[in-house]
């Protein structure tokens, strides 16, 4: 990682929250709260947490498709809700729920989006959608939620965007699928430059294959974001300790339900014996817990 894309991230976020009122008590509460981000141009950032944690909430609020409350974001350098025209041509986006025109086909749809990116590129869009086994031919309504979404993702891409957001773009994909689609993500790039990427997903093994990064929401909240690697050889698991222990300040841990885990960070505390190493669904389980 360069330091041009640590210093101007892809993707910023400052202090930001969206409430959330009871209807009929009209009592505040947060759908996010206090979100800060800094993500680098390049990174692959695998955005993890329960229903309900706000990751949705968090895609559309970076995108200016959310009202928020409190803070700020950009993306790419620009405001969220100002996003000029130059940096819109930069970004791909597919939502949870595909948000295609029912009655026109994927042929159509490329006529559609040539006519607002300038940067659609039919040619890779054809070869997008033949690496995914997309049928073309048939209108949106007559295709299967799984299609649905890989014509989506195919829109998303075919102008060949620095910037990709993805909210569960796979979940309705079968495991062939979804390998194909993790590899059309990174493959048939135009451009020297790194592609950023914010997914959102529960496939969590997935994930793991490809993310440089990991963003861990719960209730609304950052509770980890954090380079995978480092993740993978830092953080163990381990049994609480039998005699109280003070842990230094700044050392990443979280007790399970009735104190009998603990997850520490080996650079700012030594690991007990017997502590284990995690993979991305042990550390969300951990972290739910």
């Known amino acids: 990682m360069t330091d041009a894309a640590v210093t101007h991230p892809a993707i910023w976020a400052q202090g ?21 981000l800094a993500i680098p141009e390049g990174a692959v950032v695998g955005l993890v947490g ?4 706000g ?9 200016g498709l959310q009202t928020v409350d409190e803070g700020q974001s950009r993306l790419l350098g ?19 729920t595909p948000d295609l025109f029912a009655g026109l086909c994927g042929d159509e749809h490329f006529d559609e989006m040539a006519a607002v990116y300038q940067g659609f590129d039919r040619q890779l869009a054809t070869l997008l959608a033949m690496r995914l086994d997309v049928p073309l031919g048939r209108n949106a309504d007559q295709l299967s939620l799984g ?10 891409l075919a102008h060949d965007p620095d910037l990709v957001i993805l909210d569960e773009p796979v979940a309705s994909l079968d495991p062939i699928s979804r390998r194909d689609f993790m590899r059309v993500l990174f493959s048939m790039r135009k451009r020297e430059t790194p592609r950023t990427v914010l ?6 093994s997935d994930l793991e294959r490809v993310v440089s990064h990991v963003l861990f929401l719960r209730e609304g909240r950052v509770q980890l974001f954090e380079a995978w690697d480092d993740c993978a050889e830092h953080l163990r698991v ?11 300040s700044g050392a990443l841990h979280w007790s399970a339900s009735g104190g009998g885990r603990l997850l ?13 190493a995690l993979g991305m669904e042990d550390l969300m389980e951990v972290l739910n817990t």
């Open 264 to 276: 520490v960070d080996t650079r700012r505390c030594e690991a007990a014996a017997g502590a284990q």
């Open 16 to 36: 930001l929250g969206v409430f959330r009122y009871d209807k009929w008590t009209l009592a505040k509460g947060h759908v996010l709260q206090g979100i800060d």
């Open 50 to 53: 329960r229903n309900g944690a």
């Open 199 to 204: 997914i959102s997903s529960h496939l969590l």
């Open 78 to 96: 620009s405001p969220s809700l100002h996003l000029p025209d130059a940096v819109k041509e930069r970004l791909g986006y597919a939502a949870q």
């Open 147 to 156: 299609d649905q979404q890989k014509l989506a993702v195919v829109l998303a």
């Open 238 to 248: 381990q049994a609480w300790p039998e005699r109280p222990v003070s842990l230094p």
């Open 55 to 63: 990751k949705s909430t968090l895609i559309r609020a970076l995108l």
